[in-house]
């Protein structure tokens, strides 16, 4: 299928009164779901659903939704593709996470909304270096953070999560300027 057929992906920083009252209890039953293969699920992001409501309106976090807009209308709840979220926001930098519904292939559905979402962050919201912290044992996580152009320094241990929980943790950057020239030279790029 050509990315000219594909159905065209919205994003926008999420907010409350755009969608229905249900909107982030649908989004916690998908999450909750997809946890154990979800593409970017991460130890720490929020289990109940009272959690994850306070999680969304979090002042120090923006939340992005990458949205397929249908093409008889306006997108639903069941449209959302995943959540973005920034955090650790400092002077036009950011971390950036990426968590995507369960689809039944990987790739080309998230990386399109991956790449839509951070074309978002860097211009829309004029961020200047996003940083990723991912599971380094969470392998596919690591290559779809490199398919979005995130240049992946190494592994050191971190501490995530609740409690004590340990793992190592694959390290990468992406800079606007490293963006905009990867917009240039790299075909999956122009998918956007």
Known sequence: MSDVASPEILVGVFREQDWPQETLAVLWNHAIQDQPQSLMWRTGTPVTLNEWIRWFSADHRLVVLPVEK???G???????????????IDHGCASGHFWFRKQGMMCRKPLRAGLKALEFAFTTLSFQVLWCKLNANNHVAVKFAQRL???MLGEIPLW??????RYPAAIGYLTALMWQEKKVTHGIFRSI
């Open 70 to 72: 249908p093409a008889d």
């Open 74 to 88: 306006a997108p639903t709840v069941q449209d959302i593709l995943g959540i973005v979220w920034l955090d650790d």
């Open 149 to 151: 152009g995130f240049t």
């Open 160 to 165: 995530y999560g609740h409690g004590d929980v």
